[in-house]
């Protein structure tokens, strides 16, 4: 049997609407560039802002997609195309906050059937999926449980961490019951059991999380998740 060598340059594309005051956004090039060194390969990375996408045909050639945060993203569409991309087409993908958000939507829309899926922080009406947290985390660090045996548990090495986060919207409590019976599963939670993140088990690399893990890289620390991407994306 031939075996494939890896991958030594990768493309990823990050969708979101780029913002340099945004300390994600700070983050995320840091992080791919760490991840990189290690891995020893090259991970070469374009912004796409929401407007530029308005067609599959636009994420041709990347070897990983990462929807980042920064919602309400311009061009919700755009994220959800580049969402809906990924788990088609088995391309490594990861979605922190925001992205996280419109990915539990993009699966409840095309997977689970719930066409009027919404998310409370930008309409109205439909069934809210994503709606207001308890208590707002901005700029706050918390503990995380994750599933064993997951792909962000074996990315992390262990089963609890502590992450960051900046946002004020998360799943449901009537959609995070309705996760278990399809192939998104939850296998991350807070203390008091609300969903932090999720991946798909039918995926080779399809992992959203509602904590910004990516903050790290400002501290010189490295991120499970972005090596972990990189590593699927070199296979």
């Given amino acids: 049997m031939n075996h494939i060598p890896p991958k030594k340059t990768l493309r990823i594309a990050l969708i979101g609407d780029y913002n340099h005051d945004t300390v994600a956004h700070q983050a ?17 990375y374009d912004w796409l802002a929401t407007r530029e996408i308005d067609n599959p045909e636009d994420l041709v050639g990347y070897d990983a997609i990462w929807v980042v945060p920064g919602s309400p993203y311009e061009n919700a569409a755009g994220a959800f195309i580049a969402i809906k991309y990924a788990r088609e087409n088995a391309i490594p993908f990861l979605g922190t906050c925001g992205g996280f958000q419109h990915a539990v939507i993009e699966y409840a829309r095309n997977v689970l059937g719930w066409e009027d899926a919404a998310h409370a922080e ?3 009406a439909g069934q809210m999926v994503i709606t207001p947290l308890t208590c707002a985390l901005v700029d706050q660090t918390a503990a995380i449980e994750l599933r064993p045996n997951t792909l962000i548990a074996r990315a992390y090495g262990r089963n609890e961490i502590d992450e960051a986060y900046r946002c004020s919207f998360g799943v449901s409590p009537e959609f995070a019951s309705e996760l278990e019976r399809g192939d998104l599963r939850v296998t991350g939670w807070d203390e008091e059991g609300e969903v932090r993140a999720v991946e798909l088990i039918t995926h080779p690399f399809f992992v959203a999380t509602l904590f910004q893990h990516e903050r790290g890289a400002l ?10 991407m990189l590593r699927a994306a070199g296979e």
Avoid at 219 to 228: F, Q, S, Y
């Fill in 28 to 44: 995320i090039p840091l992080a791919i560039d760490d991840a990189a060194a290690v891995l020893e390969i090259t991970a070469d």
């Fill in 219 to 228: 501290e010189g620390r490295p991120v499970p998740l972005v090596h972990a």
């Fill in 122 to 124: 930008t309409e109205t």
